[in-house]
């Protein structure tokens, strides 16, 4: 047997005993994290070491990870952990982690340092004091050697376990078979491709039309490259729930396929509010039954649910956790690390706290990253390193708060109004994070991680609230640069009699690129594919993908006789031209409804415009069917607007383009024969988006295309094509607004088209 293990992973699995407990304080910041070492280590004589590679082998079992820090001198190896509070409250179990993982290291160095004794110790920092807490243990190497094997033999089966489910695997992988008989029209150019890029350890955006089979293409031959060892774990990523059904069931085609069992742990990862069974309660012993013991019953929970099924979907990984008393959710999370295939949303790896990007790089592992449908990550991505807090709920929570949290609540309070007083205009972008008001923004997080320690019941939910947004402000505050904007938003409130005002404040993503490109380089390879990822320059530039990547873009299956484009280059749909623009809309759609009845669906730019094209067209044809997308629809709502699709060859449902309509919609042959698209998609023009355009002109020098072009079109595409799904499908489309007649527009629709 040969396996190897992470110092970390390794003590988490031999040393973690008692409750799940998340009470200890926040957290402190990445950066202040990085801050809190190098302050340690700025305090410590020359010689001092960091950051030093250790590893060490027993049975087979490779044991691998970088010890914090070594001063020679001393002969002490120093486990840095940063902390904000008190230290008496943190829990027993976290501290004997922390031991375990300092006694490791101790062993690792003393035998690849030939040292005969060695002082052990834990430095505590405290990010508010910025003091030390240190303590220390003296062990000599015999028995640092004795605590070492300890932990591998507690590990060793399981270790010899994962080995031979490696190895069976990785056998099964290569012997697998496509499980159709033929590939679809560039189903193979795509799996030859993202094989490639699995073999090689290159990025590929990959460009493919709905209905060839994407899904499949792009997880069959990742698959494969597990079977020559060129990867060892596989993280499929998506927007919605949909995708993630699509790869569950993918996967589930493939075992059948395979005739025999196929031994593939595949997981599905959801929120943590669609898997919790106690919302009610907190995360810890004291409140929540599967909280309670939690560590001491997770191994025989973590063994029945990889033993009993290969599919660890939301059901399958809830069974497991209740028949063992644990929280589903956190299961899961440990199940991450021993899935072969984890299937997820997006934040999962490109979010700052992302899980399955910290378990890359804490296991050094070959990951293949998919991403479907791509072109989503570029928004979903400026919203995880968008960060914003209103004032008006800061003074809410103002109300309520315990007298020990006056003076720095007042303080954010004066920097923030003196930013109002010296604010114009309702909008104003600043070059930065005024230093004052992020101090004191700072201090008022470090005095609430206090004051939750002393007496976490003192915090009610609103304060708790802006202290999250304040931690996420502040963390983005902190890696401020050109690819965000700060802005301050104003708003004229009643108070009495008395005008006051309120603002928010907000560093805002306009580029995520540099918050993304150190998670393509964790991976092995990442592919990103869509059916629109054109151009590809503003998805590259974006998102941040390195010059090496490969782009592929795969000729689809799809005739131009299967889809009639049309243009209604007499109407415009700007805003200025709306009230014109209804009565020539309203008459298309009804002279094309007469000639070919069927199922439509109509897009228009809001719901305002929506509702006064439907209004008008009940009024004009009454005898003609027709059903509309409501603002916040639940699931069910919108399930029940899909059903009318299928239940009926007859009508016309009306749509916002972008909305949940617009991409992840499946309706083939006479479910949907048209669609009437009455605008371009381009973003509201606004304060908003002007500074955006501005923050990408300077940057890429073509602001407009990348913040309202681009992605307008982006939307208009995605929604005509809920119009031709199979080889087999036929159907209109009509493009209402006279700008479809301009070059760099009509550029950016699809080549198979036949544009009049």
Request: charged content about 25%; overall charge neutral; some cysteine.
């Amino acid at each position: 047997m040969t396996y190897v293990v992470a110092v970390r992973t390794l003590c988490e699995f031999t040393a973690r005993r008692g409750d799940l407990d998340l009470r200890f304080t926040p957290a402190p910041t990445a950066l202040e994290g990085i801050a809190g070492h190098a302050t340690v280590a700025a305090r410590r004589a020359s010689g001092y070491e960091s950051e030093i590679p250790l590893a060490g082998a027993y049975r087979g079992l490779t044991v691998r990870g970088r010890a914090d820090s070594y001063d020679a001198a001393l002969n002490r190896l120093e486990e840095v952990k940063t902390y904000r509070g008190d230290l008496d409250a943190m829990p027993a179990n976290h501290r004997a982690l922390h031991w375990a993982q300092a006694l490791v290291y101790g062993h690792l160095l003393c035998q690849t340092r030939a040292l005969t004794q060695l002082s052990v110790t834990l430095v505590y920092f405290d990010i508010g004091s910025q003091k030390e807490t240190v303590l220390a243990q003296m062990h000599d190497a015999a028995s640092l050697e004795t605590f070492f094997v300890e932990q591998c033999e507690r590990f060793l089966g399981w270790a010899a376990q994962e080995a031979a489910h490696r190895e069976a695997r990785n056998a099964a992988l290569a012997a697998l078979k496509f499980p159709h008989d033929t590939f679809r029209s560039g189903q193979r150019e795509l799996a030859v491709a993202v094989y490639r890029a699995a073999r090689d350890g290159q990025p590929l955006m990959a460009q493919a039309p709905t209905g060839i089979g994407k899904t499949l293409a792009t997880i069959f031959p990742a698959l494969k490259a597990f079977g020559e060892d060129r990867i060892e774990r596989l993280f499929f990523l998506t927007a919605k729930t949909p995708g993630r059904a699509l790869a569950l069931d993918a996967i589930d085609t493939l075992r059948a396929r395979a005739g025999a069992p196929l031994p593939l742990r595949t997981l599905e990862l959801v929120a943590r509010d669609k898997a919790c069974e106690h919302p009610d309660k907190s995360c810890h012993g004291e409140s929540c039954p599967l909280a309670r013991g939690f560590y001491d019953r997770l191994d025989a929970a973590r063994s029945a649910a990889l033993t009993s099924a290969g599919r660890l979907d939301r059901e399958a990984v809830r069974a497991a956790a209740l028949a063992h008393d644990v929280c589903p959710y956190y299961l899961a999370q440990e199940l991450a690390r021993w899935s072969d295939v984890v299937v997820g949303d997006y934040n999962y790896y490109f979010d700052s706290s992302a899980l399955l990007y910290a378990f890359a790089r804490l296991n050094q592992w070959r990951v293949a990253v998919l991403v479907d449908e791509a072109h989503n990550l570029l928004e979903r991505a400026r919203k995880m390193y968008t960060a914003a807090i209103e004032q008006t709920a800061f003074r809410a929570a103002r109300k309520t708060a315990p007298a020990t949290l006056k003076k720095p609540l007042e303080r954010l309070h004066r920097e923030w109004n003196a930013l109002n007083r010296a604010q114009t205009s309702a909008y104003a972008v600043h070059a930065e994070v005024p230093a004052r008001l992020l101090s004191a923004a700072q201090n008022l997080i470090g005095a609430i991680s206090d004051q939750l320690a002393d007496a976490p019941l003192s915090i009610d939910d609103a304060l708790l609230q802006v202290f999250f947004d304040a931690m996420h402000f502040v963390a983005l505050a902190e890696q401020f640069g050109e690819h965000s904007i700060f802005d301050v938003t104003r708003d004229e409130t009643s108070r009495g009699t008395r005008p006051q005002t309120s603002s928010t404040l907000c560093v805002r993503n306009v580029i995520p690129a540099p918050f993304l490109a150190p998670r393509y380089a964790a991976a092995h390879t990442t592919v990103m594919f869509s059916g629109t990822l054109s151009p590809q320059h503003f998805y590259r530039d974006t998102l941040g993908l390195p010059e090496a990547t490969h782009w592929l873009d795969v000729e689809g299956p799809f005739r131009a006789q299967q889809l009639k484009v049309h243009v209604a280059a007499h109407v415009s749909t700007r805003w200025r031209d709306r009230e014109r623009s209804l009565e020539p809309i309203v008459e298309l759609i009804a002279r094309q409804y007469a000639a070919q009845p069927g199922n439509y669906l109509g897009f228009l730019s809001s719901f305002e415009y929506l509702e006064r094209v439907a209004a008008l067209l009940r009024e004009r044809h009454p005898a003609l069917p027709i059903w509309t997308q409501a603002p916040r629809m639940d699931e069910a709502a919108r399930d029940a607007f899909l059903a009318r699709f299928r239940e009926t060859r007859r009508g016309i449902g009306f749509a916002v383009l972008g909305g949940a309509f617009s991409e992840g919609v499946d309706l083939v042959g006479e479910q949907l024969i048209g669609a009437f698209i009455a605008t371009l998609g381009l973003p509201q023009m606004n304060p908003v988006n002007e500074q955006m355009r501005r923050t990408m002109e300077a940057k890429f020098g073509n602001g407009y295309d990348y913040v309202y072009l681009y992605p307008g079109m982006q939307k208009v595409v995605q929604a005509a094509g809920r119009v031709i799904r199979t080889e087999d499908d036929t159907g209109v489309v009509h493009l209402i607004d006279d700008r479809y007649r301009r070059s760099e527009v009509r550029r950016l629709l699809p080549g198979w088209w036949q544009l009049p």
